[in-house]
């Protein structure tokens, strides 16, 4: 397996821009989460589904984030307009429906100039 | 809630040192307990884990003991290489977690000299 696919894996963007990242989960995995990374903040869940549908989106930090699973391999979180505080790197994992073990993604890092 | 205390880095070590970085938690029922590390640039992997008190996980020369009376998972090495630098997260699941969430532990950036 490939593992899970994330894109792109570095975007720089201007302030105000819309922002989409993407991923493709593990066949077979009915989990996805969302994460995001920064150096003050450490690692952050900010929204995870079951089956395509959100299950807890408290995580997400404000109305411009934005976040979809329209099917079992593919998903997208969307940041508009995006700010310089977004900047960041931000991992999508999944993981089994029995299992404990989350496989994460190489994560895309994001800059908001 | 659950949460998850990791000693703070930067640690900085020799090749061939031993390695400790403690990890406490805090969680309701009986936790799964987990160890990732990130490389640089890379994304989270699984280093190890244990599912219940007393259990050992064990993986690449690391090694963690679920302590339920000390609710602590350290994370040990007994000679570490320039390889293991990294930055090393201690994390849990509870039973009552839906869908495998994941607390997560600050992280410890660890770097070996060589």
Request: aromatic fraction near 12%; charged fraction near 20%; charge should be negative.
């Amino acid at each position: 397996d490939a593992g899970v696919i994330q894109s792109p894996r570095h975007e720089v963007t201007e302030m105000g821009q819309e922002v989409t990242l993407r991923c493709k989960p593990i066949s077979g995995h009915d989990y996805l989460f969302w994460y995001r990374q920064t150096m003050m903040r450490g690692l952050e869940l900010l929204i995870y589904f079951n089956n395509n549908v959100p299950i807890d989106d408290s995580g997400m930090p404000e109305d411009r984030f934005s976040a979809k699973m329209p099917n079992a391999s593919f998903s997208t979180l969307k940041i508009q307009p995006s700010e310089p505080r977004d900047s960041a790197v931000y991992f999508c994992a999944s993981s089994f429906p029995l299992g404990n073990e989350q496989f994460f993604g190489p994560g895309t890092r994001l800059t908001v100039l | 809630g659950d949460s998850v205390t990791q000693m703070e880095g930067p640690v900085t070590l020799s090749e061939e040192a031993f390695l400790t970085i403690n990890c406490t938690y805090t969680a309701t029922g009986y936790p799964s307990l987990f160890w990732y590390v990130q490389y640089p640039g890379e994304g989270l992997q699984l280093l190890l884990k244990a599912t219940k008190a007393d259990d050992k996980g064990s993986n690449k020369g690391f090694e963690a003991t679920y302590r339920k009376e000390t609710t602590s998972f350290h994370l040990e090495k007994g000679s570490v290489q320039v390889s293991d630098s990294a930055v090393y997260f201690c994390a849990l699941t509870s039973i009552k977690a839906a869908g495998n969430k994941l607390t997560f532990g600050g992280g410890t950036r660890v770097l070996v000299k060589p």
